[in-house]
């Protein structure tokens, strides 16, 4: 038996347990239990000045058990989702559990350390059998040597890193995840002007899948044209947006406010399934089974298989994304959507790849029928207030676009506009589909997000530049 | 109960077991988050984990693992020897813990200090008494009023091969409001309140500019937007204001000087600001709500001036950067919640004006755009100081009639703006970001360009 396959056995044997634990107990009022454990390593840390200055290897382990309970004598939808969890899984948690819906378990024995003897201990990913730092810092090398062979200019290569392995268990299911996510950044220096880089490539592959020496070309590439740029304008244009990285327009001013714990909230798009919200060549759905992506999984953190949800089909909004806990507030099915950062966090409604359907257009032609504009070539991350719309993203490299040619570069600049209303503007959509890779924040968890499709065209956003 | 000494005299036995040197650093760390709106808590969530990071010296290479749970010992200390053994040589670098000999006890204010056999913070004295006047704060009958609750009791314990050992145990609450208006106008904006305790947090959202204020500037945004700015001064609402100096603080870590990544790089001494500004790192609890004993490599906290009245006075350190550079640190290395290396960076940043506090257009006749929220501001540039974000705002007259300003962009640089604040209004504001508080009170700025 592999040690992978034992750990798994021994993770779906912790949940196992936890959910008869709390079963034996017949809690009263809980609309649904599940339960989740994972074993995990990583190796992470900061290549700068040609070498690597931090460096530590991780393991992690730890188990969770959840639950919906609906209070007693209160309106159907009147639910509350309670999440306990812990490095070291334990009767504790269940006592903890049953102390929050109103059982008599007293909270002070709760939780005691260590959690020895409790026969749920998990055991840890070998941290030693993960990537090998020798082949690391090789590779990292690579991409220092890729950003400083893009010009002399290039003074500082910065690349923050982590490999991680993950066995993830939820309920029955076990799963094997890998995550390579780099974080590169270039500085450029000449005379007194400053410019930065940056590059995020991700995959949920293995480290052997990119090409070092050019992608440290390009993220060196972006530090140098950044150098001599004007200052971005200010008012309302057209923004053409390169695909791959660029839909987290549609992450920000789409799917965060579809996200159907934001529905509960008041978003703007709560009750309008079944209506236009977009432009009617507009297709969105959401992906978990994208190959590459960082993005991917073959069930969610609820054990719920992962499927693609077609979320805007021509423009019509037809499906929100759902946890079990808010599929179950909002009378929906769970659309294999609920995900944490860890364990140890409480499963929320969560993208995994954006994906926008390809269009007709050839991104060429999009540019030459762009009289006045801004070019959005990178894309960095983006926020967005899901009860009114309002969203950014940030554009590190473009270019203004004349007469439908790019011509000078701008500094970097934030796009800002309103989701409900923007969504309407889209205009253009390319045939050139990419795929991209970021990190998304939500109530204090981060979790890789995927972002894929193509070239686009918004007739008119709000540029938030200097150049008035 | 997990014995901290114990562990950390575990994980020294291991390494000197391989005649390695070693550091030991264990958090154990409870957070609980609970989350009300109108209906009642929609979610309670609790966590409990330990994290162990065991730094090792030997032949010359030092090496780093981090251990999530509670299997200390031989494996993590196998891990760290072969993470050096294929990094270039490293020197150790004494700490100062060893000789200080800090007195955690001494040091955190005892009445702020979690008692560990509690519940291990699971459950405050009276957790009705708490999701009660949460309860209350979220039902206002003209806003949808969600709040998130968090309380995080962390134990940390730091020793070294040779004897240095301390230990402390700390406690930070945050209440963070997201009031949106109800059935009018989309309008929304958020806040956090900040304190040891979540009634210390619940007190200052009670205060004079706590929800009762943000529900009273929601109001205002659900209104039809002006479609026209007369001329305006600006002023930043403490909790944008705050989320800027967040984008300062990269500029003012001695890895980033050092590395080339900040403008103020061989600017010690010089005028960088407003002469009425002063920037503070305050880990004592004086003028922050985060009072710790240490920081995440036994050295002592302290308060460190930053910026004092415009100049450039120091930068914030670690260990290994202060080294290098011929200094000591200065109480600045932290390893991310969740472990992993050091890193030089804030825990506790606050800027203080010294000026009058009071309103002051600079002409009778402007009036005054009130930025009251931003969106997007993490994703500015932390290297060059360059801002741009999107925001929403108030405009009030002379008379102090306010409408909504509807939404805009605010893009400048942060470095310039230290020299164009003109004023400051109130006491500061809190904000929690990236396992660091930022305070500010609101400021009166020059210099910014408004895009809408």
Same mark, same amino acid.
């Given at each position: 038996?592999?040690?992978?396959?034992?750990?798994?056995?021994?993770?779906?044997?912790?949940?196992?347990?936890?959910?008869?634990?709390?079963?034996?107990?017949?809690?009263?009022?809980?609309?649904?239990?599940?339960?989740?454990?994972?074993?995990?390593?990583?190796?992470?840390?900061?290549?700068?000045?040609?070498?690597?200055?931090?460096?530590?290897?991780?393991?992690?382990?730890?188990?969770?058990? &959840?639950?919906?309970?609906? &209070?007693?004598?209160?309106?159907?939808?009147?639910?509350?989702?309670?999440?306990?969890?812990?490095?070291?899984?334990?009767?504790?948690?269940?006592?903890?559990?049953?102390?929050?819906?109103?059982?008599?378990?007293?909270?002070?024995?709760?939780?005691?350390?260590?959690?020895?003897?409790?026969?749920?201990?998990?055991?840890?990913?070998?941290?030693?059998?993960?990537?090998?730092?020798?082949?690391?810092?090789?590779?990292?090398?690579?991409?220092?040597?890729?950003?400083?062979?893009?010009?002399?200019?290039?003074?500082?290569?910065?690349?923050?890193?982590?490999?991680?392995?993950?066995?993830?268990?939820?309920?029955?299911?076990?799963?094997?995840?890998?995550?390579?996510?780099?974080?590169?950044?270039?500085?450029?220096?000449?005379?007194?002007?400053?410019?930065?880089?940056?590059?995020?490539?991700?995959?949920?592959?293995?480290?052997?899948?990119?090409?070092?020496?050019?992608?440290?070309?390009?993220?060196?590439?972006?530090?140098?044209?950044?150098?001599?740029?004007?200052?971005?304008?200010?008012?309302?244009?057209?923004?053409?947006?390169?695909?791959?990285?660029?839909?987290?327009?549609?992450?920000?001013?789409?799917?965060?406010?579809?996200?159907?714990?934001?529905?509960?909230?008041?978003?703007?798009?709560?009750?309008?399934?079944?209506?236009?919200?977009?432009?009617?060549?507009?297709?969105?759905?959401?992906?978990?089974?994208?190959?590459?992506?960082?993005?991917?999984?073959?069930?969610?953190?609820?054990?719920?298989?992962?499927?693609?949800?077609?979320?805007?089909?021509?423009?019509?909004?037809?499906?929100?994304?759902?946890?079990?806990?808010?599929?179950?507030?909002?009378?929906?099915?769970?659309?294999?959507?609920?995900?944490?950062?860890?364990?140890?966090?409480?499963?929320?409604?969560?993208?995994?790849?954006?994906?926008?359907?390809?269009?007709?257009?050839?991104?060429?032609?999009?540019?030459?029928?762009?009289?006045?504009?801004?070019?959005?070539?990178?894309?960095?991350?983006?926020?967005?207030?899901?009860?009114?719309?309002?969203?950014?993203? &940030?554009?590190?490299?473009?270019?203004?676009?004349?007469?439908?040619?790019?011509?000078?570069?701008?500094?970097?600049?934030?796009?800002?506009?309103?989701?409900?209303?923007?969504?309407?503007?889209?205009?253009?959509?390319?045939?050139?589909?990419?795929?991209?890779?970021?990190?998304?924040?939500?109530?204090?968890?981060?979790?890789?997000?995927?972002?894929?499709?193509?070239?686009?065209?918004?007739?008119?956003?709000?540029?938030?530049?200097?150049?008035? | 109960?997990?014995?901290?000494?114990?562990?950390?005299?575990?994980?020294?036995?291991?390494?000197?077991?391989?005649?390695?040197?070693?550091?030991?650093?264990?958090?154990?760390?409870?957070?609980?988050?609970?989350?009300?709106?109108?209906?009642?808590?929609?979610?309670?969530?609790?966590?409990?984990?330990?994290?162990?990071?065991?730094?090792?010296?030997?032949?010359?290479?030092?090496?780093?693992?981090?251990?999530?749970?509670?299997?200390?010992?031989?494996?993590?200390?196998?891990?760290?020897?072969?993470?050096?053994?294929?990094?270039?040589?490293?020197?150790?670098?004494?700490?100062?813990?060893?000789?200080?000999?800090?007195?955690?006890?001494?040091?955190?204010?005892?009445?702020?200090?979690?008692?560990?056999?509690?519940?291990?913070?699971?459950?405050?004295?009276?957790?009705?008494?708490?999701?009660?006047?949460?309860?209350?704060?979220?039902?206002?009958?003209?806003?949808?009023?969600?709040?998130?609750?968090?309380?995080?009791?962390?134990?940390?314990?730091?020793?070294? @091969?040779?004897?240095?050992?301390?230990?402390?145990?700390?406690?930070?609450?945050?209440?963070?409001?997201?009031?949106?208006?109800?059935?009018?106008?989309?309008?929304?904006?958020?806040?956090?309140?900040?304190?040891?305790?979540?009634?210390?947090?619940?007190?200052?959202?009670?205060?004079?500019?706590?929800?009762?204020?943000?529900?009273?500037?929601?109001?205002?945004?659900?209104?039809?937007?002006?479609?026209?700015?007369?001329?305006?001064?600006?002023?930043?609402?403490?909790?944008?204001?705050?989320?800027?100096?967040?984008?300062?603080?990269?500029?003012?870590?001695?890895?980033?000087?050092?590395?080339?990544?900040?403008?103020?790089?061989?600017?010690?001494?010089?005028?960088?600001?407003?002469?009425?500004?002063?920037?503070?790192?305050? @880990?004592?609890?004086?003028? @922050?709500?985060?009072?710790?004993?240490?920081?995440?490599?036994?050295?002592?906290?302290?308060?460190?001036?930053?910026?004092?009245?415009?100049?450039?006075?120091?930068? +914030?350190?670690?260990?290994?950067?202060?080294?290098?550079?011929?200094?000591?640190?200065?109480?600045?290395?932290?390893?991310?919640?969740?472990?992993?290396?050091?890193?030089?960076?804030?825990?506790?940043?606050?800027?203080?004006?010294?000026?009058?506090?009071?309103?002051?257009?600079?002409?009778?006749?402007?009036? @005054?755009?009130?930025?009251?929220?931003?969106?997007?501001?993490?994703?500015?540039?932390?290297?060059?100081?360059?801002?741009?974000?999107?925001?929403?705002?108030?405009?009030?007259?002379?008379?102090?009639?306010?409408?909504?300003?509807?939404?805009?962009?605010?893009?400048?640089?942060? +470095?310039?703006?230290?020299?164009?604040?003109?004023?400051?209004?109130?006491?500061?504001?809190?904000?929690?970001?990236?396992?660091?508080?930022?305070?500010?009170?609101?400021?009166?700025?020059?210099?910014?360009?408004?895009?809408?």
């Amino acid at each position: 038996m592999s040690a992978a396959t034992a750990i798994s056995d021994r993770l779906r044997t912790v949940c196992e347990e936890q959910l008869s634990l709390l079963g034996r107990q017949r809690p009263v009022g809980v609309v649904a239990v599940s339960a989740a454990a994972e074993s995990g390593r990583s190796v992470q840390g900061r290549f700068t000045d040609g070498r690597i200055v931090e460096l530590s290897r991780s393991t992690r382990r730890g188990a969770s058990l &959840r639950c919906i309970h609906r &209070r007693a004598g209160e309106g159907a939808d009147n639910t509350t989702f309670h999440h306990v969890a812990a490095t070291e899984p334990s009767a504790g948690l269940v006592r903890l559990l049953l102390t929050r819906l109103g059982g008599t378990t007293s909270s002070s024995t709760i939780l005691e350390y260590p959690h020895t003897g409790s026969g749920l201990v998990i055991p840890p990913l070998r941290a030693q059998d993960g990537v090998s730092i020798t082949e690391l810092a090789a590779f990292l090398e690579q991409v220092d040597a890729g950003a400083r062979s893009a010009d002399p200019a290039v003074s500082q290569v910065i690349i923050g890193f982590e490999v991680i392995d993950r066995i993830f268990c939820a309920g029955a299911d076990v799963d094997e995840r890998s995550l390579v996510y780099l974080t590169v950044r270039t500085i450029a220096r000449k005379g007194p002007q400053l410019a930065t880089g940056v590059y995020t490539p991700g995959t949920s592959g293995r480290l052997a899948e990119f090409t070092p020496f050019a992608l440290g070309a390009e993220a060196g590439r972006r530090a140098v044209t950044g150098l001599g740029a004007r200052p971005a304008p200010v008012g309302h244009f057209p923004v053409v947006i390169r695909g791959g990285r660029g839909i987290v327009l549609l992450h920000e001013a789409c799917c965060h406010p579809l996200e159907s714990d934001e529905i509960l909230r008041g978003s703007v798009y709560a009750d309008q399934i079944g209506r236009p919200i977009a432009a009617q060549h507009v297709t969105i759905s959401d992906d978990p089974t994208v190959a590459g992506s960082v993005g991917h999984y073959r069930f969610d953190d609820e054990g719920q298989p992962a499927r693609p949800t077609l979320l805007v089909e021509n423009g019509v909004l037809r499906a929100l994304l759902t946890s079990g806990y808010t599929a179950d507030r909002l009378g929906l099915p769970p659309t294999a959507n609920g995900r944490c950062a860890s364990v140890l966090d409480p499963p929320l409604p969560r993208m995994s790849t954006t994906c926008l359907a390809a269009g007709p257009d050839r991104p060429e032609d999009i540019l030459s029928g762009t009289e006045f504009g801004i070019y959005a070539e990178n894309v960095g991350g983006g926020e967005v207030t899901e009860s009114t719309g309002e969203f950014v993203f &940030r554009v590190n490299n473009g270019y203004l676009i004349r007469d439908g040619r790019i011509t000078d570069p701008i500094r970097d600049t934030t796009i800002a506009g309103r989701g409900d209303l923007v969504l309407g503007m889209i205009d253009a959509v390319g045939n050139d589909t990419a795929l991209g890779a970021a990190k998304c924040g939500k109530q204090g968890q981060v979790v890789p997000v995927g972002l894929s499709g193509p070239t686009l065209r918004v007739a008119s956003l709000l540029v938030g530049g200097t150049d008035v | 109960m997990f014995d901290l000494d114990s562990a950390v005299a575990k994980i020294l036995g291991s390494a000197a077991y391989v005649g390695a040197e070693c550091e030991a650093w264990i958090c154990r760390r409870v957070d609980q988050n609970i989350i009300v709106d109108s209906t009642g808590v929609t979610q309670w969530s609790s966590s409990a984990a330990s994290v162990s990071a065991v730094t090792v010296w030997r032949d010359g290479r030092e090496g780093c693992a981090v251990v999530k749970g509670d299997d200390l010992g031989a494996s993590a200390v196998e891990d760290a020897l072969s993470v050096g053994a294929v990094l270039p040589p490293s020197e150790r670098v004494a700490r100062q813990f060893s000789t200080v000999r800090c007195d955690p006890s001494a040091r955190c204010d005892p009445s702020a200090r979690c008692d560990p056999s509690a519940g291990a913070g699971y459950d405050e004295d009276n957790p009705e008494a708490v999701l009660s006047r949460l309860a209350a704060l979220a039902r206002c009958a003209d806003m949808d009023i969600e709040l998130c609750a968090s309380l995080e009791h962390t134990q940390t314990a730091f020793g070294e @091969t040779g004897g240095g050992y301390v230990e402390q145990a700390d406690q930070l609450a945050c209440v963070q409001a997201r009031i949106a208006a109800r059935g009018r106008g989309p309008a929304y904006i958020a806040r956090q309140f900040i304190g040891r305790t979540l009634g210390d947090a619940l007190d200052a959202a009670d205060r004079a500019l706590g929800m009762d204020a943000a529900c009273r500037t929601v109001d205002i945004l659900s209104g039809e937007p002006v479609t026209w700015y007369p001329p305006v001064t600006v002023l930043l609402h403490g909790a944008v204001a705050a989320r800027l100096l967040a984008l300062l603080a990269p500029s003012l870590q001695l890895d980033a000087i050092q590395q080339q990544r900040s403008r103020l790089a061989g600017r010690l001494g010089d005028a960088v600001g407003a002469e009425q500004i002063s920037v503070i790192h305050d @880990t004592t609890g004086v003028f @922050t709500p985060i009072a710790l004993a240490f920081d995440d490599e036994g050295t002592p906290a302290r308060l460190t001036r930053l910026i004092h009245r415009g100049r450039l006075d120091s930068v +914030l350190s670690d260990v290994r950067y202060a080294h290098q550079a011929g200094q000591t640190s200065n109480g600045c290395g932290w390893r991310p919640a969740g472990g992993g290396a050091v890193t030089v960076g804030p825990r506790a940043l606050l800027l203080q004006w010294h000026g009058p506090h009071m309103p002051p257009p600079a002409s009778s006749a402007e009036m @005054t755009l009130e930025v009251v929220h931003a969106n997007g501001m993490h994703i500015s540039n932390e290297i060059t100081g360059d801002f741009s974000f999107g925001a929403v705002g108030v405009i009030r007259d002379v008379r102090g009639c306010a409408r909504n300003a509807g939404a805009f962009t605010v893009a400048g640089n942060v +470095l310039d703006l230290l020299a164009d604040v003109t004023g400051a209004v109130g006491s500061p504001c809190f904000v929690r970001r990236s396992g660091a508080i930022y305070g500010s009170p609101s400021l009166w700025v020059n210099g910014l360009t408004i895009g809408r």
